[in-house]
């Protein structure tokens, strides 16, 4: 493994925040983290951007890797803007995990002075073939990020990691092989359960809408009609004419609940229950989906595996019962 010079660290993490617009870092700040970033002898020292790949990461690496996941629950990737902090651990890694396709737009660049700088950074989609990525007009000519929503195509993700890993780690490549088997069975197995439990929701009930463009992947693979207010990305401000749209279309279908999501702030799922209130209609408030990150680490959703049944549990639920209260 490679053990970079602190002094080393320190001029990367200043030089590249300098490139990104950061100001008034002092050296102090950057140090502060050395002792808790020490690597471990014989572990690849694993960064990642987003929960589900961070999980993704400890499955297919196993004792053989460190990973340290920079997004935590709650958090969204679309306005997620890399620290001091987040940079120096970046320059510690082995391997940097991310997912590409413009999800981490803000840390372009980061990314970008990493591959420079000799650190084997890896967009965890890039297997993927473009050819069955979704392109919707609205997304301005960009594919869909949000692929861990089908879990198949998620399975093609754990592939790449399985590829990042072994090339990085050769000496450990069996075992990255064997784990990630392992994980592609249960995958498969979980994927069934999706399927099955989205049967239950009779056809003209399978609707799910939702704060942001996020869940356009679920509903192709399960079958749902989706409807998100914000755009593909959390940047984009919903305005009074998209809530009213969305609402006009509530009534009209009796869309008997509506989402909101962890990474997002319920005021705009809110702002539409309001709406078709105003209209007439009475829709709930379903639950909460987990959209752009894990729940809590230690909870039910705060694996990849136990955030996908959380969410097809919450939506199967609301929409057969006709929501919570």
Not at 152 to 165: A, F, H, N, P, T
Not at 256 to 267: L, Q
Not at 308 to 315: A, H, K, L, Q
Request: proline content about 4%; aromatic content about 8%.
């Amino acid at each position: 493994m490679r053990v970079r010079p602190l002094l080393t660290v320190l001029i990367l993490t200043l030089g590249t925040l300098g490139t990104l617009g950061f100001a008034g870092l002092g050296l102090a700040g950057c140090s502060s983290n050395s002792g808790e970033q020490e690597k471990k002898a014989g572990v690849l020292e694993v960064v990642a951007t987003t929960g589900m790949i961070a999980d993704t990461a400890k499955v297919v690496g196993g004792e053989h890797v460190n990973v340290k996941g920079l997004m935590g629950p709650g958090v969204d990737p679309h306005l997620y803007k890399a620290s001091a902090g987040d940079v120096a651990t970046l320059s510690r890694a082995d391997v940097i995990l991310y997912n590409g396709l413009h999800l981490e737009g803000k840390m372009s660049e980061v990314f970008e002075q990493m591959q420079k700088r000799g650190i084997r950074t890896v967009a965890v989609t890039d297997g993927i073939d473009r050819g069955i990525l979704l392109a919707p007009p609205q997304f301005g000519g960009n594919y869909d990020p949000h692929v861990w929503f089908d879990v198949s195509l998620w399975m093609k993700v754990v592939e790449d990691v399985r590829d990042g890993l072994a090339e990085a780690d050769p000496g450990n490549a069996d075992a990255y092989r064997a784990n990630a088997t392992a994980y592609l069975a249960e995958l498969k197995e979980l994927d069934s359960y999706v399927r099955t439990k989205a049967a239950q929701v009779p056809e003209d009930k399978r609707v799910l809408i939702t704060a942001h463009d996020a869940f356009n992947y679920f509903g192709r693979a399960y079958g749902f009609e989706v409807k998100g207010l914000q755009g593909i990305s959390t940047e984009a401000e919903a305005g009074t004419a998209d809530v009213q749209a969305l609402a006009a279309f509530i009534v009209e279908r009796k869309i008997p609940a509506i989402f909101v999501e962890t990474s997002v702030p319920p005021k705009y799922i809110e702002a539409v229950k309001a709406a078709a209130e105003a209209r007439g209609f009475k829709v709930k408030v379903g639950g909460s989906l987990y959209s752009d990150a894990l729940g809590n680490p230690g909870s039910d959703a705060g694996t990849y595996t136990g955030m996908v049944r959380s969410n097809i549990d919450t939506i199967t639920n609301a929409l057969l019962d006709g929501g919570q209260s």
